[in-house]
């Protein structure tokens, strides 16, 4: 075995270089905890230096004001070195027990610090010192552990290694908690330790930094928890309060500033502008005299023509324009309306130029107000002349509202730009003001009635309102359908509805055959609850006309064009929506054209022979083609009514119109013919030259046989009205071409063919006038009650005329009830029928007339029927006698029947006197001898002098023969007797 030598000296130093090594360790560590313990004092003294002065600080700012002994008090108390030396003992004895916890954070001054529970160990916090003091600490422990393993691996003992690692492990455990406790940045290694006696003032600068608390609780800390937290709530609660206030205050200050600015940019604006009526200029109850205008392209275009829905002739260079134009050569255009008194302006509605070939409107304009007619306001919106846009088509109605009423007594339109030419139609919306008299125009209504617009479910809701007010005198029912399945209502008001009475007259009125014209409309619901109203209150005139008139009352022949003006409004709807039904038709004139068929009978003397003067039947092809459904419900409920007298009630004039309404054409002549020139067929002259042709030459070709009974009639309706015959107004739309009488014949005025007027007089005996009601279509619902007192006793006045003529039965000697009996007057070439039980009406002006009966199979009978100023009609009834059958020919009537006009004691001569005038009538007109009349006058003595006269126009010997024997022996034979005999 060999001993291993090593050598003495090298390692006696290698040993005490160790021994070096370990105790420098040691001393090391000593200091560490030396500095330690000292960085505890140094922060102890610095708390409670600290803390001292806060609660100093405390005491002074927050509670010296509420406790002003607060000196005195901390007189009892220990005084901060006591509690520091009392601190630092209690800390030596619990250091161990300090090093194992983790630091934790101090407590706010404010709040009492809560001692951590037992079962928990609280953590450390983090703090942004503690990463630079870890890796400071790591580097020194690692460079001295390089160093030693370098020597002992240089000295070759790796034996030893293990030796040292313990050594190693327990100094790194008190460095490593060192540095855990250690974590204020401040509280550096080389701080000197300061001294016991030393002043805790002198740490002051020092943050704080999280220690560990101490367990126990010191009497100062609850004086100080309690004061601290009464000051700082103290403080909190002011603090709140004020900024409270500050808020509130910018709150308020900014709403202020809100409301003030919303209050200087933004105009004050309605939510809803004031409604407010027309003033009238297209009712005309604003007159000439108060429009004017800057100026005016020509006389056809002046201001007058300047109102809403004006209409134009069809000659446009005639005085009769469709619109004020303004002259363009001026530079300032402008068009005035005098209200006459101050009233409260809320709008304007203009309109274009009612033309056929130009599209003119105005398409923006300014508005200006005035009280003397010389100095004008613009219209302001705030910045700047509110400018206002106007139309962009001719025809339909534009409406601009001001955001708030203007009141003033003129207003004035200037127009600013236009398309084409300067033209423009327009309405004024104003109230009157509240304290403002009524004028003379201004009828206060005296009725309790509804004065309102209906559509078509309130007009039916009305109607069956007024049936249950009034059920023994009303009888609602229809007379058939529109084209859209709506109903025409129709009110019947007598003493005992549902049924024809003997003897008493059937009456009409009927409105809406235009939609768009609704005033007739309304005014025939005022009139049902009228009626009603005034027969339950014992009216006696409303008691007669009930008991002794049976009175139909139709508001609405086409209710689908009226639902569709009515959707549009008052004022908003142009002069042709609604006019026409949902399938094109204009209801008034589609009718058979029944003149045309009378006229050519006439011409051809086919009348009264072969084609009768009434009760024209109607042409098989009409009915099978293009009839609107309005139409032929209107027909259907003529012919199995018999209506006697009856008016359809229309708009958009002032006037009552009259048949005929259709031109009748010139006869056509050859060169032989009167006049020598041919007459330009009917259908090549449009209709104003017609009436201007039968104006100048033959104006009775217009005319019916009862031409004066019509005139009476309409001027019946017309005079009662309280505004139609005011001549100083004018007509709507031209100048007044009615004579001051306010009646018109309607093909002089307006021909059309087909009309409902003609068809009536034509096929039934009812005798038909069309009233226009006002130049407004659809009137506002303010004036109704003005248009009913209008036309309120012109309603009831024409109703009255029902009994004006004769009325009777016609029977037979055994007293039978004769239907479908013809009754004629002599003088009068238009003839009526009994009704289905026999009785007949014929109105007649007062005088004298020599009426006849005649019923197929009876003889006729003739009697002198004579009318008074009577209100009712005179009775004047007749009793026929049947005629025996003979075999091969008809019976011939005797000669000697009661009220025949001849006188002779038998047949036999008056038969061949008839004969003889045939004979040399025949001859004559073989020879072309017209005027030889010789034989005539002297064999026939009753003939009047126009019959010659007839003679000799007449081309055809028939008709010749015909005249003749039609007045002289009319009354003593049946014309199909004569016919068949001859």
């Not at 001393?27 to 922060?43: E, L, P, W």
Request: charged share 30%; aromatic share 8%; with cysteine.
């Amino acid at each position: 075995m060999q001993i291993l030598r090593v050598p003495l000296l090298p390692t006696l130093f290698v040993l005490c270089w160790i021994l070096s090594l370990v105790i420098h360790v040691d001393s090391v560590g000593a200091d560490k905890s030396n500095q330690k313990t000292r960085s505890i004092h140094m922060k102890e003294n610095s708390d409670v230096s600290s803390k001292r002065e806060e609660i100093q600080d405390g005491f002074s700012e927050d509670t010296q004001m509420d406790e002003p002994d607060a000196e005195d008090k901390p007189k009892d108390k220990k005084t901060p070195e006591e509690l520091l030396a009392a601190k630092e003992k209690m800390a030596s004895e619990k250091a161990a027990k300090a090093m194992k916890h983790k630091l934790t954070k101090k407590p706010k001054p404010t709040k009492k610090p809560k001692p951590p529970k037992p079962t928990k160990k609280p953590k450390a916090p983090k703090t942004t010192t503690t990463p630079k003091t870890r890796e400071t600490t790591t580097t020194r422990k690692t460079t001295m552990e390089e160093e030693e393993e370098k020597i002992l691996l240089e000295l070759g003992w790796d034996v030893l290694v293990p030796r040292v690692s313990p050594k190693k492990t327990e100094i790194k455990k008190p460095i490593e908690a060192d540095h855990d406790e250690v974590t204020d940045r401040d509280l550096i290694p080389n701080v000197k330790e300061p001294s016991n006696t030393d002043d805790p003032s002198m740490y002051l600068p020092i943050p704080e930094e999280t220690s560990i608390s101490p367990p126990t609780v010191a009497p100062w800390y609850e004086e100080y928890d309690y004061s601290d937290l009464a000051a700082k709530k103290l403080e909190e609660e002011l603090e709140k309060a004020r900024k409270a206030k500050e808020e509130k205050a910018e709150k308020l200050r900014k709403i202020w500033e809100e409301e003030e600015e919303e209050r200087r940019q933004q105009t004050a604006l309605h939510a809803e502008p004031k409604k407010c009526p027309p003033l009238g200029m297209e009712s005309h109850r604003v007159e000439d005299d108060q429009i004017l205008a800057s100026s005016m392209s020509h006389h056809g275009y002046s201001a007058l023509r300047g109102r809403l829905n004006m209409q134009c002739s069809d000659d446009e260079e005639d005085v009769y324009g469709g619109a004020w134009c303004a002259d363009t050569e001026e530079k300032e255009h402008w068009f005035q309306l005098d209200a006459r008194r101050e009233v409260e302006f809320t709008g304007v509605i203009t309109q274009g130029r009612n033309t056929k070939s130009n599209n003119d409107f105005v398409s923006s304009y300014f508005v200006a107000f005035s009280n003397d007619s010389r100095d004008w306001t613009l219209l302001h919106d705030g910045y700047a002349e509110w400018l206002f846009y106007g139309n962009v088509d001719k025809d339909t109605p534009v409406m601009a509202e001001f955001s708030f009423p203007v009141v003033a007594r003129y207003i004035r339109i200037l127009p600013q730009s236009w398309n084409g030419s300067l033209c423009m139609r327009l309405e004024v919306l104003g109230c009157p003001l509240p304290t403002s008299y009524l004028t003379e125009n201004d009828v206060p209504p005296t009725d309790d009635l509804d004065y309102r617009h209906h559509n078509y479910k309130e007009m039916r809701q009305m109607m069956k309102v007024i049936n249950e007010e009034c059920p023994n005198i009303t009888r609602i029912y229809n007379i058939g359908k529109s084209s859209q399945g709506l109903k025409m209502y129709a009110m019947e008001i007598s003493d005992n509805p549902g049924e024809h009475e003997t003897g008493e007259p059937e009456f009409r009125y009927t409105a809406g055959l235009h939609g768009n014209e609704v005033l007739g409309r309304e005014l025939l619901l005022l009139l049902m609850q009228f009626l009603c109203k005034e027969y339950n209150d014992n009216n006696p005139r409303v008691h007669h006309l009930v008991e002794g008139v049976r009175i139909h009352l139709v508001p609405s022949l086409n209710p689908d064009a009226y639902e569709l003006a009515f959707e549009m409004g008052s004022e908003m709807g142009n002069w042709a929506l609604g006019h026409w039904t949902e399938e094109g038709y204009d209801i008034f004139q589609s009718f058979p054209d029944l003149n045309s068929v009378l006229w050519d009978a006439e011409d051809r003397g086919w009348v009264p022979r072969i084609i009768p003067n009434h009760h024209i039947p109607i042409p098989e092809n009409f009915l099978n083609g293009s009839v609107a459904v309005e139409t032929k419900a209107i027909i259907t409920w003529m012919e199995r009514t018999p209506f006697v007298l009856g008016a359809n009630l229309q708009g958009g004039e002032k006037i009552v119109a009259y048949p005929f309404d259709m031109q009748r054409p010139p006869r056509e002549m050859g060169t032989d013919g009167r006049g020598g020139q041919p007459v330009p067929e009917y259908h090549q002259m449009n209709e104003e030259t017609w009436a201007r042709i039968q104006r100048q030459n033959e104006g009775a070709l217009r005319e019916t046989a009862d031409e004066n009974l019509f005139r009476w009639l309409a001027m019946t309706y017309a005079h009662s009205h309280l505004t139609m015959t005011e001549t100083h107004r004018g007509s709507c739309h031209t100048d007044d071409i009615t004579g001051g009488q306010g009646i018109i014949n309607g093909a002089s005025w307006k021909p059309v063919v087909g009309s409902m007027n003609d068809f009536s007089y034509l096929h039934t005996n009812c005798f038909e006038i069309s009233i226009f009601l006002g130049c407004d279509k659809f009137p506002h619902e303010s004036e109704l009650a003005t248009e009913w007192e209008n036309n309120r006793e012109a309603l009831l006045a024409f109703i009255e005329q029902v009994h004006r003529g004769i009325k009777g039965v016609v029977r037979d000697i055994d007293g039978n009830l004769l239907a479908n009996a013809t009754v004629s007057v002599e003088g009068i070439k238009h003839d009526v029928k009994t009704a289905a039980n026999g009785d007949y009406w014929r109105l007649l002006n007062p005088g004298e007339y020599r009426v006849t009966a005649r019923v197929d199979g009876y003889s006729s009978q003739t009697r002198l029927c004579i009318v008074g100023y009577d209100a009712s009609a005179t009775p004047c009834s007749f009793a026929l006698t049947k005629i025996i059958a003979q075999t091969g020919k008809r019976p011939r009537i005797p000669t000697n029947t009661t009220g025949s006009k001849n006188t002779g004691p038998t047949t036999v001569p008056q038969n061949d006197r008839l004969r003889r005038l045939r004979l040399l009538r025949l001859r004559k007109l073989r020879m072309e001898k017209m005027k030889g009349g010789t034989s005539m006058k002297t064999t026939t003595t009753t003939v009047p002098p126009t019959t010659a006269m007839q003679t000799d126009t007449t081309t055809s010997w028939f008709d010749t023969w015909f005249e003749v024997d039609s007045t002289t022996t009319s009354q003593d034979y049946n014309f199909e007797y004569r016919i068949d005999d001859y």
